[in-house]
C-alpha cells in the first residue's frame, strides 16, 4: 500500500528568528533605523505646521489641564487644531520604527552573542518582543491626546495628568531599552561563555 503524501513540516517562528544570519538582521535594522528617523522627521514637520506656543515635549510632559486648553484655545484661533491631530496620528510611523529598531538590536546582539555567551544569547532572544513595550508606551500617550483634542475644552483633568505621565514613562523606557541592552550585551560578550552559563 503506498504511502501517503508526507504532511508539511510544521513552521516555528522562534525557530527561523534565531537562524536569521547576523547581516540579515543587520539590514532589518538599518532599514528599521531609516523608517524611526523618518517618522521623526514627518513628526517634527507636522507638529511646526501647528504653530504650537511651546515645544512638542513640552507640549507632551505638561500635565496642567488649564495650560493646556489654552494651547488648544490658540491652535483653533489659528485654525491649526487639525494639524495637532494628524501629528498623532503620523507620531505611529516613529512608533512602528522604533518598535522594530529595539526588537532588530535585541535579536542582532543575540545573533552575535549565539557562540561567545549563548546562555546570554537565549536571554536577549526571549527578551526581544518585549523591548516593544517601550515605543508602544507612545500609543498610550497618543491615546490620552486624541482624547484630549476630541474635546479641547472641557477634557477631564485626568487626562492631562495621564497624558504627561505616559510620555515621562515612555522616555524612560526608551532610554532603559537604548542603554541596557547594549550594556548587557558588551559585557555578556566581553565576560564569554562561562560567566553566561552562571548567570
Known amino acids: 500500500m503506498a504511502a501517503g503524501p508526507h504532511p508539511p513540516l510544521a513552521v516555528h517562528p ?23 528617523a523618518f517618522g521623526q522627521i514627518l513628526l517634527q514637520s507636522t507638529f511646526r505646521q501647528t504653530r504650537h506656543p ?6 507632551n510632559t505638561t500635565a496642567d489641564p488649564a495650560l493646556i486648553r489654552d494651547w488648544y484655545a490658540t491652535l483653533q484661533a489659528q485654525g491649526t487644531l487639525n494639524r ?12 512602528a520604527g522604533l518598535a ?4 532588530l538590536m535585541t535579536l542582532l546582539a543575540a545573533r552575535l552573542l549565539r ?52 510620555s515621562w514613562a515612555k522616555l524612560a523606557a526608551i532610554g532603559t531599552v537604548a542603554t541596557a541592552i547594549p550594556a548587557y550585551a558588551t559585557c555578556a560578550a566581553i565576560r564569554g561563555k562561562g560567566a553566561g552559563e552562571k548567570s
Open 115 to 166: 557562540r561567545r555567551n549563548p546562555a546570554a544569547s537565549n536571554r536577549l532572544y526571549r527578551i526581544a518582543p518585549y523591548t516593544a513595550l517601550a515605543p508602544a508606551l507612545d500609543l498610550v500617550e497618543n491615546t490620552f491626546s486624541l482624547a484630549m483634542l476630541s474635546d479641547p475644552t472641557g477634557f477631564p483633568d485626568a487626562f492631562a495628568h495621564l497624558h504627561a505621565a505616559a
Open 84 to 95: 495637532m491631530i494628524a501629528t498623532e496620528i503620523t507620531d505611529l510611523i516613529w512608533i
Open 14 to 36: 522562534q525557530r527561523m528568528i534565531r537562524n536569521l544570519p547576523a547581516p540579515v538582521l543587520a539590514m532589518l535594522l538599518a532599514a528599521a533605523v531609516g523608517l524611526s
Open 100 to 103: 522594530a529598531t529595539a526588537i
Open 54 to 59: 511651546v515645544s512638542l515635549f513640552r507640549a
